[in-house]
T-cell receptor, first 111, second 115 residues
Framework: GENVEQHPSTLSVQEGDSAVIKCTYSDSASNYFPWYKQELGKRPQLIIDIRSNVGEKKDQRIAVTLNKTAKHFSLHITETQPEDSAVYFCAASSGNNRLAFGKGNQVVVIP | GAVVSQHPSRVICKSGTSVKIECRSL??????MFWYRQFPKQSLMLMATSNEGSKATYEQGVEKDKFLINHASLTLSTLTVTSAHPEDSSFYICSATQDRRNGYTFGSGTRLTVV
């Protein structure tokens, strides 16, 4: 099955700087790659997603890039704010509808 | 947007008892629902996938007789933790999808504590 690796596990950034989280996946058939933000004790919230027919997608301060050849995709957060502090999960899905999650990345934005 | 309701949000039960968790899609028909378990500071681990009207598909290592999943309608799936033990204490989250084009929507989660 799909195996998603996520790095780094913890990331601290100064407010206003950019944060980048990288994920790799193993199944070349995967074609849907969402990113979720999860605050403590709450449900994961979809923040952005990308499909395999697109190389990059942007939504205000959030962007995701996908490299199908290398089988990796990255989340970019620009102009970070304290409210961006949370755990971020990447995931990948192939045609079977199942989502495989990375282990998560704790992002801490230092005011 | 798509909304998934999950109840209860918190439950405390005694060892040996059973607990039922409900997951409802409120404004769409969920052809597929997923159940995850999340331990503190860990990722979401898929337990099982259920399609309406058919038996759930369990992930390796998940006991189907212990975690009973029912997906009787396109808007409701239930997870019953039977004969609960303290090690079953965890955060259980459901997710539902109509089809992948519409993405996956998560429930609010259930914090289960077995004492």
């Amino acid at each position: 099955g799909e195996n998603v690796e996520q790095h780094p596990s913890t990331l601290s950034v100064q407010e206003g700087d950019s944060a980048v989280i990288k994920c790799t996946y193993s199944d070349s058939a995967s074609n849907y790659f969402p990113w979720y933000k999860q605050e403590l004790g709450k449900r994961p919230q979809l923040i952005i997603d990308i499909r395999s027919n697109v190389g990059e997608k942007k939504d205000q301060r959030i962007a995701v890039t996908l490299n199908k050849t290398a089988k990796h995709f990255s989340l970019h957060i620009t102009e970070t704010q304290p409210e961006d502090s949370a755990v971020y999960f990447c995931a990948a899905s192939s045609g079977n509808n199942r989502l495989a999650f990375g282990k998560g990345n704790q992002v801490v934005v230092i005011p | 947007g798509a909304v998934v309701s999950q109840h209860p949000s918190r439950v405390i039960c005694k060892s040996g008892t059973s607990v039922k968790i409900e997951c409802r899609s409120l404004d769409f028909q969920a052809t597929t629902m997923f159940w995850y378990r999340q331990f503190p500071k860990q990722s979401l681990m898929l337990m099982a996938t259920s399609n309406e009207g058919s038996k759930a598909t369990y992930e390796q290592g998940v006991e189907k007789d212990k975690f009973l999943i029912n997906h009787a309608s396109l808007t409701l799936s239930t997870l019953t933790v039977t004969s609960a033990h303290p090690e079953d204490s965890s955060f259980y989250i459901c997710s539902a999808t109509q089809d992948r084009r519409n993405g996956y929507t998560f429930g609010s989660g259930t914090r289960l504590t077995v004492v």
